[in-house]
């Protein structure tokens, strides 16, 4: 496997993103989303009045995998309690499931969830474009609610 990235944001954080895992930039930084699908998460972010600073972004699979292909079964089982346990940290009031990997993750009931398309994805296709956007236009008033 890869390079570890791990999860970042502060332990507060309202709301959690998650994608599958990182790439080839991520690896290089060190941190999530940061590579050309992140330029695009936070431009849309940007949009919406929402501070990356506020927000937990992390990942299931915590490393790169080969050529960047979507996570093995068995690397998603591998990484699967150390997010679960990012988010018993957080204890976020929204997690935000970006991709089919993220979508097959264990739900807690004390939280909302909200699945929408990967940045990677909503960039290529205009469809999914325009549900990403707007799953975000929808998150911005979860920042101003004081219970969250």
């Known amino acids: 496997m890869g390079t570890v990235v791990p999860g970042e944001g502060p332990a507060s954080a ?5 994608g599958q895992n ?4 991520e690896a290089r930084l060190g941190r999530p989303f940061v590579g050309r699908s992140g330029k695009y998460l936070d431009r849309v972010l940007a949009e919406n009045g929402i501070d990356r600073k506020e927000l ?7 490393e790169t995998t080969p050529g960047n292909r979507p ?6 089982e591998y990484w699967l309690p150390y997010l679960m346990d ?3 940290r957080v204890k976020p009031g929204v997690v935000v499931l970006m991709g089919r990997v993220a979508w097959e993750i264990p739900r807690l009931v004390s939280i909302t969830y909200v699945e929408t398309s990967h940045p990677a994805a909503a960039m290529r296709f205009p469809r999914l474009r325009s549900a990403f956007e707007e799953a975000f236009r929808r998150l911005k008033g979860f920042l101003t609610k004081p219970d969250g």
């Open 14 to 18: 309202r709301i959690m993103l998650i």
């Open 22 to 25: 990182p790439g080839e930039e």
């Open 56 to 62: 937990y972004i992390t990942s299931v699979v915590k």
């Open 71 to 76: 996570p093995t079964r068995q690397e998603v």
């Open 86 to 88: 990012e988010i018993s």
